[in-house]
Nanobody, 127 residues
Framework: QVQLVESGGGLVQPGGSLRLSCAAS????????IGWFRQAPGKGREWVSC??????????YYPDSMKGRFTISRDNAKNTVYLQMNRLKPEDTAVYYC??????????????????WGQGTQVTVSS
């Protein structure tokens, strides 16, 4: 059974940092591209980042609004992908989801590209 579980969310002050984890079970992340999305109340799902096969920077992608603050990485030995979020802002408040798609399809900014999703983890940035 393919399962993704996010963790690491919580309450953080503006300017703070959080590291989210996306742990996989039932399959190996080695052969999957992993995307992070977020959804704030009343808004659609927004693409945050994606990492393709391999662990080098060349396989990581971000929208321009996330570059420089967010870093995605993967540890295939732990079957886990991470999202390091720095200099957090109140507008980063959302439920964050990770999603997986087979390696032959690669990364995409579109949510419907990914067939497998976790349940999400809440991130709240507030003083």
């Amino acid at each position: 059974q393919v399962q993704l579980v996010e963790s690491g969310g919580g309450l953080v002050q503006p300017g703070g940092s959080l590291r989210l984890s996306c742990a996989a079970s039932g399959f190996s992340l080695d052969y999957y591209a992993i995307g992070w999305f977020r959804q704030a109340p009343g808004k659609g799902r927004e693409w945050v980042s994606c990492i393709g096969i391999g662990s080098g920077d060349g396989s990581a992608y971000y929208p321009d609004s996330m570059k420089g603050r967010f870093t995605i990485s993967r540890d295939n030995a732990k079957n886990t992908v991470y999202l390091q979020m720095n200099r957090l802002k109140p507008e980063d408040t959302a439920v964050y989801y990770c999603a997986a798609v087979g390696w032959n399809r690669g990364c995409s900014a579109y949510a419907n590209h990914y067939p497998y999703w976790g349940q999400g983890t809440q991130v709240t940035v507030s003083s």
